[in-house]
Each structure stands twice: as C-alpha cells, then as structure tokens.
C-alpha cells in the first residue's frame, strides 16, 4: 500500500521538525514546505539523520500566491496538511502586529485556498492556548470560553480557527485544530531543537541561552502577580509529547473518525508550572545556578493558564508522558550541542 503523503507547513520549524521525525518514523511520506524566516535548511539533514529518511523540502513562502501556486502544481496528491507556518511570539505580536496579521492571517488564507483548488481535505491546524485569553476558570478545557485575545498572536490564532470552522461547515475539509500550551525541550538526539533567530522570546531558550554565557542575565517579566510565588503560571509540554499528539490527530482526521467536521483538543500536560519553578527545575537538572533578576511585567501576558486534557486523553488517546525536569534537561543538551558548533 502506498504510503500516506502529508504536508507541513513550517516543517523545519521548532514543533514542525520534531513533527516530521515522528511522521517519517512511523511510515507517512513527508513534505515540508518552509519560508526559513525563523529556521534554516539544516534541518532538513537533521530530521533525515534522525530517521534515516530525508523528507521533501521546498523553500516556499504561504504568503507568495505564485510560489504556493507553484508548489502545489509540482506537488500532487498530498493526504492532509498539518499547519505550523506561522510567527509565535505573544511579546513580539504586540509590538508588530500587522506583521503578525499579514504572515499568520494572510498565509493561512491562502494555503486554504490552494487545498480547496486542489482537493485536500484535511488539516491539522496549529493553535495555541493563547485563545483562551485570560480564562475565568482553571484548568481550561475545550468548552472553556475563546475570550478577547490578549495579544495580535492570540487573535491570528483564534482567526485561523475561525476560518476552519467556518469553511468545514460550508463544504468538506476536515479539520483537527490542537491547542498547543508552552512547548519546551527538544529531541533526546540532541539534532534539533528551539533554535530562535535573535534574542528568543520565549522563556526556555531566553534560560539555556543564559546559562551557557549567551545571554547575560534572564529578566523575570514580573513577580508581583496573584499566584503562589508571584510569577507567571503556564502549562510547558514536552515538544516530542506534542508532535507525537499530531499523529492521533491525523489518524482522526483521516480516518475521519468523527461526525463532526472540526474537532478541537487541548494539548497540554494538565499541570502548571511557575516561572520561577521553570528556573529551579533548570538549576536542578543542569547543576548550574542561573543569573536572573525581577524586572517589569510584559505587555499580553496571562497571569496564568494550563489545561485540562481529558479530551485528548480519551479521543485522542494520547497523553503526555514527559515533565518539566526532561524538558530542561533535554533543552539544556540541546542548548549545549549547538554551542559545540559555534
Ligand atoms: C512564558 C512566561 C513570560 C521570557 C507561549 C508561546 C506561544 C503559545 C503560548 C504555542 C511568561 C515569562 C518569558 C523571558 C520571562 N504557544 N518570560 N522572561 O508567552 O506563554 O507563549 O505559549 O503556540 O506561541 O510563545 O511563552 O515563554 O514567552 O513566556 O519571565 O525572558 O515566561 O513573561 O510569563 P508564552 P513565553
């Protein structure tokens, strides 16, 4: 039987890599299709050392109609897509939103109206708990209210649901939106990873980047919220946990296993961590002590949000399996191995 043939998007990406790895290990033919805005083209080697098989890879840019126009001309036959392509910074959407409104919206249009011209029907689609804005009630499940978004990245994500939504209604694209919490760590090789271009945005990267002489100091965006310690809670997932989430999705979407026609699911480990206990479990698995200090709260931020993954766990049948420790253990080797290179 010939093999399954399933586009990403974003592929060479933080999550989409660690994606393609899983996809290629469990016998789906891949396509990646990247613009190389956050990411570069060496991973495409990595993922092909890591399992033996090297997976198409086009330099192509969702937001360049003639480009993804071309692409799917040469490229025929693909099962679903899962979609990653996108900016995903809360901070950085906040001071450049129209650049987030143009990649994120725009691009996802776009791609939408390539499937529809050439028959896909079915999407994975990356979303965020980032939706969920400032929930009344934790943990937050699938039925918990999609509130203001806090951020131009929350409101790109909550956009892109929208669409699918709406566009599974009126026709037949099946779709499978998977709402990511903070993805931390990388893969056990140590060949790919969170690899942010520049300063990172993101706390992890901003903690290895620090703690291997990179990065002077971590500022702590604020420790004066309404929680135990006074820092921000989030509910950080194991990136491989998250990427093997995506074939359970896939399966549903194209085995079309539901009666409905966009499902969505929380993907999270259903626990919340503090920023400083992120910092604690750091210094406890790479014995190091970190430099940081207290500095002012960040624009966008939620004080705090992890989820509820019933759904996932019993749908889906998928359940994270790996904790904060593993997560920046394997980030801080990560972080070591590409210091190597440098
Ligand atoms: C986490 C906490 C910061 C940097 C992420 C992804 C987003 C989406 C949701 C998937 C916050 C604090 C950070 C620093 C800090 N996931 N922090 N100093 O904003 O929760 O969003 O999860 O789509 O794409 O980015 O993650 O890592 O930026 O922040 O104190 O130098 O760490 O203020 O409290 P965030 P983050």
Redesign the pocket.
């Given at each position: 039987m010939s093999k399954l043939r399933i586009l990403i998007t974003g592929g060479t990406g933080y999550?989409g890599s660690h994606t393609a790895v899983e996809l290629l290990n469990s016998g789906y033919e891949v396509f990646i299709i990247d613009n190389l805005s956050n990411s570069n083209a060496e991973v495409v080697d990595k993922i092909e050392k890591i399992t033996g098989i090297r997976p198409s890879f086009s330099k192509t840019d969702l937001c360049n109609k003639t480009e993804l126009k071309e692409y799917f001309k040469k490229t025929k036959n693909i099962d679903a897509v899962i979609h990653f392509a996108a900016f995903?910074?809360?901070?950085e959407s906040v001071q450049k939103p129209m650049m987030y409104y143009s990649n994120n919206i725009s691009g996802m249009i776009n791609l939408l109206e390539e499937m529809a011209e050439n028959k896909i029907q079915n999407i994975v689609y990356?979303?965020?708990?980032?939706v969920y804005g400032e929930a009344d009630t934790l943990p937050v499940t699938e039925e918990s209210p999609v509130k203001k978004a806090e951020?131009p990245?929350g409101f790109t994500?909550q956009a892109g649901e929208q669409m699918l939504f709406d566009i599974s209604k009126a026709g037949d694209l099946h779709s499978v939106i998977l709402r990511?919490?903070?993805?931390?760590g990388a893969h056990d090789s140590s060949l790919i990873g969170e690899l942010p271009v520049g300063i990172?945005?993101?706390?992890?990267p901003?903690?290895t980047q620090t703690a291997i002489g990179e990065r002077e100091i971590?500022?702590?965006?604020?420790n004066d919220y309404d929680t135990p310690d006074g820092?921000?809670?989030?509910d950080y997932i194991h990136v491989v946990d998250l990427a093997k989430a995506h074939l359970a999705a896939l399966d549903r979407v194209l085995d079309k296993k539901s009666n409905e026609m966009t499902e969505v699911f929380n993907l999270g480990t259903g626990k919340g961590n503090s920023?400083m206990e992120?910092i604690r479990s750091f210094e406890k698995v790479s014995g190091t002590k970190l430099n940081y200090k207290i500095?002012p709260?960040?624009e966008?931020?939620?004080v705090s949000?992890y989820s509820d993954t019933k759904k996932a766990n019993e749908v889906l049948g998928w359940k994270a399996e790996r904790d904060i420790n593993d997560m920046m253990l394997t980030s801080w080797n990560w972080q070591n191995a590409i210091s190597l290179k440098k």
């Amino acid at each position: 039987m010939s093999k399954l043939r399933i586009l990403i998007t974003g592929g060479t990406g933080y999550i989409g890599s660690h994606t393609a790895v899983e996809l290629l290990n469990s016998g789906y033919e891949v396509f990646i299709i990247d613009n190389l805005s956050n990411s570069n083209a060496e991973v495409v080697d990595k993922i092909e050392k890591i399992t033996g098989i090297r997976p198409s890879f086009s330099k192509t840019d969702l937001c360049n109609k003639t480009e993804l126009k071309e692409y799917f001309k040469k490229t025929k036959n693909i099962d679903a897509v899962i979609h990653f392509a996108a900016f995903k910074a809360v901070g950085e959407s906040v001071q450049k939103p129209m650049m987030y409104y143009s990649n994120n919206i725009s691009g996802m249009i776009n791609l939408l109206e390539e499937m529809a011209e050439n028959k896909i029907q079915n999407i994975v689609y990356s979303s965020s708990c980032t939706v969920y804005g400032e929930a009344d009630t934790l943990p937050v499940t699938e039925e918990s209210p999609v509130k203001k978004a806090e951020s131009p990245y929350g409101f790109t994500k909550q956009a892109g649901e929208q669409m699918l939504f709406d566009i599974s209604k009126a026709g037949d694209l099946h779709s499978v939106i998977l709402r990511y919490f903070n993805p931390a760590g990388a893969h056990d090789s140590s060949l790919i990873g969170e690899l942010p271009v520049g300063i990172p945005n993101n706390l992890v990267p901003y903690i290895t980047q620090t703690a291997i002489g990179e990065r002077e100091i971590l500022t702590v965006n604020g420790n004066d919220y309404d929680t135990p310690d006074g820092t921000n809670i989030r509910d950080y997932i194991h990136v491989v946990d998250l990427a093997k989430a995506h074939l359970a999705a896939l399966d549903r979407v194209l085995d079309k296993k539901s009666n409905e026609m966009t499902e969505v699911f929380n993907l999270g480990t259903g626990k919340g961590n503090s920023v400083m206990e992120v910092i604690r479990s750091f210094e406890k698995v790479s014995g190091t002590k970190l430099n940081y200090k207290i500095g002012p709260r960040r624009e966008g931020d939620v004080v705090s949000i992890y989820s509820d993954t019933k759904k996932a766990n019993e749908v889906l049948g998928w359940k994270a399996e790996r904790d904060i420790n593993d997560m920046m253990l394997t980030s801080w080797n990560w972080q070591n191995a590409i210091s190597l290179k440098k």
